[in-house]
């Protein structure tokens, strides 16, 4: 269970999460309005979901913060690449696994938004920039931990 832990990139998480809200809610790109004209959508059909209220919490100052369903997705993420950081301090054959799964997750998250109208969203280019950001800094932790833990015995 250890293992599939240290293999497994919690950053796919959110990622999965955004794209089955998009492929269940996403609208058309074309619509059609009343006079019978197809219209081509400006704004990805995902916007207006992301932009619906998650969470509102009344406070001191006597307004109420409100947390849209974007953001939602865009906290836990944050809450994911912390872990992820935090898991890539290791130097195991595991680690090096998952920072694979990681690139393939990049590609596969920059692919989604620069073809699917769904997924050009700031949420989801805001998804993609920190699954970039989980490959290079897992990479460059496990490096200089490996280093670290190479040069410990003196001269070296």
Known sequence: MRLMFGIFPLLVIPVVLYNLLAMAFGGPVQDIDASGQLIQSQAAPMASLLNERFLGLPMISGVEWVLTKGDAIVLLAVIFLFLEILKSTSTGTATIINHGI???????????????????????????????????????????????????????
């Not at 590609?107 to 805001?126: D, E, G, K, R, Y």
């Open 102 to 156: 990681s690139l393939l997750i990049f590609i596969l998250c920059l692919v989604q938004f620069l073809l699917m109208p769904n997924f050009a969203t700031s949420t989801f280019f805001i998804l993609t920039a920190m699954t970039l950001l989980d490959v290079l800094a897992g990479v460059i932790v496990t490096i200089v931990s490996a280093r670290r833990d190479f040069g410990v015995a003196g001269d070296v």
